[in-house]
């Protein structure tokens, strides 16, 4: 792709599909070009994850830092797919990013995503396209969704090779609503995510998010 030019972008929300072209040096982190998909699709009130279909093997794989924008942008030779999709909602926030070898839940829906997408730059084997989706170490996962309250959300980190986790933590005040009325207890909240580790990879936590429990 020459960056001195224009990237053309085809991006897709629920069943609302966006196709422009934007000139290179308008993208310069990843807050940017989230910015610039809120505008695009009208998503103000609504938080959501970037993905793009990677042109070499049609993995879908996250935008969520500029470590991973910049590849994205540096793949991309005609056509930059992006799928956006509502933050918990995502195949990669609840599936994660799997090999076909770690099993075949969540091919279908996979399958849909890629296809919903329009064809690629060039012609490849259905089959083979859809179950590489799955190439990639599962690093997280929301577990019992329908269990903790809306303003909570149960993750699993998954690490390997004794990689910590990324992220930071301080004291601090939080507030709980009770029967009594409003009260101020001592919490503990992430203070700092490392750049391009499992946490921030994952896009499910952020800086100031309460850790109630760590097991």
Known sequence: MDFAGLIEIKSKFDAE????????TAISTFRDFYQLLERRHGLYSIPFVIQYVDPKDNDLLPINNDENLARALKVTTTLLRLLLQRKGESYGEINGYRSSSQGIRGKKAAAD????MGGSERKAN???AISLLDDFRKVSSIIDIDIVPETMRRVRLIRSDAKPLGFFIRDGVSVRVTPTGIERVPGIF????NPGGLAESTGLLAVNDEVRIII
Request: net charge positive; no cysteine.
């Open 113 to 116: 995503l890629v296809r919903s």
């Open 126 to 128: 259905h089959d083979r």
């Open 190 to 193: 992430i203070s700092r995510l």
């Open 17 to 24: 599909f966006r196709r422009f072209s934007i000139a290179s």
